[in-house]
């Protein structure tokens, strides 16, 4: 996280303070580092060139970590395309300046309008996860004169080791197609008059720090591809989804890219498959923080807290995960340290974004609550009407407003009187 350090006792995000983010743009507000991010991409890019298996590949961003234009058209000039689980995640791309060749679309639920949409604006592939949603791209491709190129999802029963809510490929999961069920549903795909069968994919489960389920993921995988293969159906690309995880505490150590695509690409070689990854989390979570400034300090009879600007609307993931993220002074004091829970002022218990953290702060004080580019932004709400935090970049010595901090009449502006 080299993007963020102490410079002259100040917290800065590449070259900047972040007091003088605060003081410009206000409270709460999500900072990124350009730098951080484009190494991110860079990272896949680098190990994926290296090995004669990632000939072709395509890393695919997934929008949902984070959907912000300035950033998805920052990896779309870098060469990357997009993973997209909704019609509105479509427009944002394209807006974007994402190439639709470069797309692939996952989710359970595609609508049929979402369908129509991004067989029109000619995506490189549909990841379908049920019968009745093949069927249904079928029909609509078959009334716009199209071949839709398909991947099914399957699930390979691999346990990812994480988090239950972002564990998506066990049995239980309601994502993809059970893997006893794939070869028939590719029979299916195949008699289709409007689908072309292109690729296969899955999606495990989401920050693995531990590449090994990757592996037994990927052996299924291909197994199903030998068994296809037998059977006339040929696959050209390989979709290994996302899921590679980061450091969301100072001493927790993240795999390095190669070393979770290495071993992947090593099983690949030679087989002619294109491969395409769908990394989110790992893009983008390190290079943004939430940037807050404290209220006040108030001692409970049990507990201190420091109640800060920033709350769970804005960053829900400590209160929906219990996740942690590492939350520190952008001005370190001398003094003394007491135990606080950084909470903030919505009417839930569930509000916190730390809890128990060492801290030697005075109110007024900014704090950064580190790690939070990824389903920080992309998951805030206007819960409690609180207007959406502003959005920065910082490029060097420059800082670009990449979102406008919302405002409260926005929020009610489709909101009607009844007469
Ligand atoms: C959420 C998701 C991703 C990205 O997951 P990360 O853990 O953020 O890398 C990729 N593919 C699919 C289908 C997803 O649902």
Redesign the pocket.
């Known amino acids: 996280m080299t993007a963020f350090t102490l410079q002259n006792g100040t917290l800065h995000a590449e070259s900047v303070a972040l007091t003088h983010v605060a003081e410009q743009f206000g409270t709460p507000a999500y900072v990124y580092s350009r730098s951080a991010l484009t190494a991110a991409l860079q990272e896949f890019h680098d190990v994926l060139n290296a090995h004669p298996a990632g000939a072709g590949a395509l890393v695919?961003f997934?929008v949902?970590?984070n959907s912000n234009l300035a950033i998805l058209n920052l990896f779309a000039r870098q060469g990357a395309g997009f993973?997209i689980?909704s019609g509105g995640e479509l427009q944002r791309v394209l807006a974007a300046g994402a190439d639709p060749q470069k797309i692939v679309f996952?989710?359970v639920g595609k609508t049929a309008e979402e369908m129509r949409q991004a067989l029109e604006a000619g995506i490189f592939c549909f990841?379908i996860e049920s019968i009745p949603e093949l069927d249904r791209l079928n029909d609509i491709a078959g009334e716009l004169g199209k071949k839709a190129p398909v991947s099914l999802?399957v699930n390979p029963n691999v346990d990812p080791k994480t988090h239950p809510y972002?564990s998506?490929g066990l049995k239980a999961a309601k994502?993809g197609v059970a893997y006893d069920d794939a070869l028939a549903l590719y029979r299916r795909a195949a008699g289709l008059a409007n689908i072309a069968v292109t690729g296969i994919?899955c999606?495990i489960?989401?920050?693995?720090l531990d590449p090994s389920p990757f592996i037994e993921a990927l052996d299924r995988i291909l197994a199903l591809v030998d068994q296809l293969a037998a059977e006339g159906i040929r696959i050209h690309h390989v979709d290994l989804?996302?899921?590679?995880?980061i450091k969301y505490r100072a001493d927790q150590v993240q795999p390095t890219v190669a070393a979770y695509l290495n071993p992947l690409l090593d099983k690949l070689k030679g087989r002619g498959l294109k491969v395409v990854l769908?990394?989110?989390?790992?893009?983008v979570?390190n290079a943004g923080l939430l940037l807050t400034r404290i209220e006040y300090l108030k001692a409970g009879e049990e507990k201190n807290f420091a109640i800060i600007d920033a709350a769970m609307n804005d960053l829900m993931r400590p209160a929906l995960y219990e996740a942690w993220h590492d939350i520190v002074p952008v001005t370190p004091r001398p003094g003394v340290t007491q135990d606080y829970d950084v909470v903030g002022p919505v009417c839930e218990t569930g509000d916190f974004l730390g809890q128990a953290r060492p801290l030697t702060v005075q109110p007024g004080d900014l704090l950064a609550v580190m790690s939070a580019g990824?389903?920080g932004m992309a998951m805030a709400s206007n819960y409690n009407t609180r207007p959406r935090a502003a959005e920065i970049m910082v490029d060097g010595t420059q800082v670009h407003l990449i979102r406008a901090r919302e405002s409260v009449e926005q929020l009610y502006a489709g909101e009607k009187l009844l007469p």
């Open positions: 695919c997934a949902k970590a993973d689980v996952s989710g990841n999802r972002i998506t994502f994919d999606h489960g989401s920050q693995l989804g996302g899921g590679l995880g769908e990394p989110g989390r790992r893009l979570g990824a389903y």
